[in-house]
């Protein structure tokens, strides 16, 4: 069955005014809400930047039905892996059914800021990233766990209160090596849309097949979600203009490269032209045409579709979206 959630955006909003946006967001009938966990946002001028584990604490006792959880979280560098572990069991015990863990290597511009490392390589940060998981099923599944892996150590280490039901670990991954990760280790993909179709259709999908195929696993199984970024009105201008705070989506990995002040970030993206300011999203003021635009994922086997829109109204985006996209993508899709 097709899933459809809202992203709240942590770097745009207060955690408070983020908070009842997602609480109008379940209201309303999406079906899951996902928020990122940075520690600096991408724009400094009006940014915000909320903790995830209170975040979500908050959403979960306002919320009933919805799905919650992190699009995504780094249980590599700010946060020891048991940390993550003892917050996401908590969770998953409180609103059991209902908590997915998302996570992925990170980002320089969180991560060095906070805690002043020396930013490490790809291969490293992936590396990081499976000993991770590795080490928080094993804390949800085992009592006094004593571990000693390349980067991180547990001594007789418990986590007391464990959720009933595990809580689902799904990988974020741009590129094939973290792509067939997911499909090895993890119960679901994390994507965001907008890039060059190839990418999807001849990379990441196919290798989170062969991850899973390697590990004895039905990738059929892998629940594949992607964050698509929509920028949706009854104005298209109006839509194209929005994307505008979000530039910062359409710098290369070249052009950012290293960039770890948000000031710096929001300089990079504000030169940008608007015509490429919007060029990562699906701006439109015809329902159809959203539906249409959001095939092609959906066709890849994305069952999960999460709705990030860019706009200060995020109420009005909600309830227009949810009025006049959601029953078309139900009908067309299932």
């Given amino acids: 069955m097709l899933k459809l959630g809202y992203k709240a955006s942590a770097e745009q909003f207060a955690p408070k005014e983020l908070l009842d946006f997602s609480c109008l967001a379940e209201e309303v009938g999406f079906d899951s809400i996902f928020v990122s966990d940075h520690f600096q946002p991408w724009k400094h001028t009006d940014g915000h930047a909320p903790s995830a584990l209170v975040w979500l604490g908050a959403l979960g006792a306002r919320t009933r039905r919805a799905v919650i959880g992190t699009s995504v979280l780094t249980p590599t560098f700010r946060y020891h892996p048991s940390v993550v572990a003892q917050a996401f069991g ?86 094939p090596l973290a792509a067939a990760m997911a499909g090895y280790l993890a119960e679901g993909f994390i994507c965001t849309s907008g890039k060059a179709p190839a990418l999807y259709s001849e990379t990441l999908v196919p290798k989170v097949e062969e991850g899973a195929a390697r590990a004895g696993r039905n990738a059929a199984d892998i629940e594949r979600m992607i964050e698509v970024k ?100 139900r009908k067309a899709f299932g």
Wanted: include cysteine.
């Fill in 230 to 329: 929509v920028s949706f009105d009854s104005d298209a201008g109006e839509a194209k203009a929005l994307t505008r705070h979000w530039a910062a989506l359409a710098l290369s990995p070249e052009e950012k490269m290293g960039v770890e002040d948000p000031m710096e970030m929001e300089r990079l993206a504000d030169a940008l032209p608007l015509d490429r300011a919007a060029s990562r999203w699906i701006v439109s003021a015809d329902p159809d045409e959203q539906v249409e635009r959001i095939r092609p994922y959906v066709e890849l086997g994305f069952r999960h579709l999460v709705f990030h829109a860019p706009g200060p109204d995020q109420p009005r985006f909600l309830k227009l979206y949810a009025k006049e996209v959601m029953p078309r993508l």
């Fill in 90 to 175: 908590t969770l998953g015990a409180m609103c059991p059914g209902r908590v997915v863990l998302g996570v992925g290597t990170g980002e320089s511009l969180n991560e060095v800021p906070s805690s002043g490392i020396k930013w490490p390589g790809a291969k490293e940060r992936r590396d990081r990233l499976r000993e991770s998981i590795n080490l928080i099923n094993r804390l949800w599944t085992e009592d006094r766990v004593s571990f000693e892996g390349q980067f991180y150590r547990t001594e007789s280490a418990t986590i007391y209160d464990k959720p009933k039901d595990k809580v689902p670990i799904w990988v974020a991954a741009s590129g």
